[in-house]
């Protein structure tokens, strides 16, 4: 059985539950896990890349290279 498949048996069998605390269980879980799985793969930045990203938005807010957050929420519409 491939991941697909796996996952479409998954969702059938959760579809059926009726127990909200093993529901409750299961959503728990898969938070933990996504979040676990971000934890992984954001990393920090070092002092030295922090620093030339600020300088770089300095030198974007001085060019104007830069949106209101009206026009941001604006172009967010689009993103639906």
């Given at each position: 059985m491939d991941l697909q498949e796996r996952?479409?048996?998954f969702i059938q069998?959760?579809?059926r539950l009726n127990d909200e605390e093993v529901i409750n269980?299961?959503?728990n879980t898969l938070k933990s896990e996504k979040s676990r799985m971000l934890s992984r793969r954001v990393k920090p930045y070092t002092i030295d890349e922090f620093n030339e990203k600020i300088d770089r938005s300095e030198?974007?807010?001085k060019n104007n290279r830069v949106r209101t957050i009206?026009?941001?929420k604006e172009e967010m519409k689009s993103w639906r």
């Open positions: 996952k479409i048996h069998d959760f579809l269980v299961l959503e030198e974007d807010a009206d026009e941001l």
